[in-house]
């Protein structure tokens, strides 16, 4: 199974200001039909996941635009722009490119 | 708007069954892979199980193969996953997933212990 390893595994963040998460992938995540099964997912405390990137960049539908998502191969990052308050939680990367689909550890943001 | 409402969790004896169901609404189900992914209480997510729209194709992780089976009804909207010989550690919130995640319930806890 494909290996994703996220850092750090928790971020202490001062509100306003902004913060990355790594996700490093143990293969490559470019498909043969040119697209890279990446995602982004952010879990609050008590809710149900909730889908922020797919493709490993594109934005859903009613995210706020200072979540973004970069990289590609083996080497992926979600930037929140300036954090709020209500961007609290864990979050994950996952890769579908190869069977099983699998998930990073999770990353805790938090506020300082 | 999409809903995934799962049911049909509880708490289940070490080598039980269980079936879980999934009704989904405000989007055409007939041509969405659909899945099953769990999250053990304080831990991380696991992908489970997947189906193809049509229901002719199947895929599950190794760690449940063989035990659970996931179906669905196009004609009800709904999906399931049937879980035999539970072990402790399916202990898990069941989240019913459209496609890779786009779209997720709000999960049932099963519970596996005597």
């Known amino acids: 199974d494909v290996v994703m390893t996220q850092s750090p595994l928790s971020l202490p963040v001062t509100l306003g200001q902004p913060a990355s998460i790594s996700c490093r992938s143990s293969?490559?995540?470019?498909?043969?039909?040119?697209?890279?099964?990446l995602y982004w997912f952010q879990q609050r405390p008590g809710h149900s996941p909730r889908r922020l990137i797919y493709?490993?960049?594109n934005r859903e539908s009613g995210v706020p635009d200072r979540f973004s998502g970069s990289g590609s191969g083996t080497d992926f990052t979600l930037r929140i722009g300036g954090v709020e308050a209500e961007d609290v939680g864990v979050y994950y990367c996952?890769?579908?490119?190869?069977?099983?689909?699998?998930f990073g550890q999770g990353t805790k943001v938090e506020i300082k | 708007e999409v809903q995934l409402v799962e049911s049909g969790g509880g708490l289940v004896q070490p080598g039980g069954s269980l079936r879980l169901s999934c009704a989904a609404s405000?989007?055409?189900?007939?041509?969405?892979?659909m899945t099953w992914v769990r999250q053990a209480p304080g831990k991380g997510l696991e992908w489970v199980a997947t189906?193809?729209?049509?229901?002719?194709?199947?895929l599950c992780v190794d760690s449940v193969k063989g035990r659970f089976t996931i179906s669905r009804d196009n004609a009800k909207d709904s999906l399931y996953l049937q879980m035999n010989s539970l072990r402790d550690e399916d202990t898990a919130v069941y989240y019913c997933?459209?496609?890779?995640?786009?779209?997720w319930g709000q999960g049932t806890l099963v519970t596996v212990s005597s």
């Open positions: 997933a459209r496609g890779n995640g786009h779209s």
């Open positions: 405000g989007f055409t189900f007939s041509t969405s892979w």
């Open positions: 189906i193809k729209e049509d229901g002719s194709q199947k």
């Open positions: 293969q490559g995540l470019l498909r043969s039909d040119g697209i890279t099964y």
């Open positions: 493709n490993a960049s």
């Open positions: 996952m890769q579908a490119t190869h069977w099983p689909p699998t």
